[in-house]
């Protein structure tokens, strides 16, 4: 789950990046630099966040189903029965 959060995150902060060039590319057109040419362009940054997205929609998550059972007990054993809640 932790690599499909970062995936994610990585692939949003790419568009950000993607947006930032932008801008920077529509004041290199006024100076003439080719648009091939700004730097750190990623040009597949859409088509990665959305690969990255369905991944992370198809993930399940158990701990959903495990809380109901775990309502009456201790913390102690919670703790115990969910590994990442210590």
Excluded: Q
């Excluded at 992370?56 to 007990?73: G, Q, Y």
């Amino acid at each position: 789950m932790t690599v499909a959060v970062v995936a994610v995150n990585n692939a949003m902060s790419a568009i950000g990046v993607n947006f930032g060039l932008h801008n920077g590319y529509v004041h290199a057109l006024k100076k003439k630099t080719p648009y091939a040419e700004v730097p750190l362009l990623i040009r597949n940054a859409e088509a990665e966040l959305n690969t990255t997205i369905a991944c992370f929609d198809s993930l399940t998550f158990p701990v959903v189903n495990d809380l109901p059972k775990l309502v009456n007990e201790p913390l102690s054993k919670i703790k115990d029965s969910l590994f990442f809640a210590g």
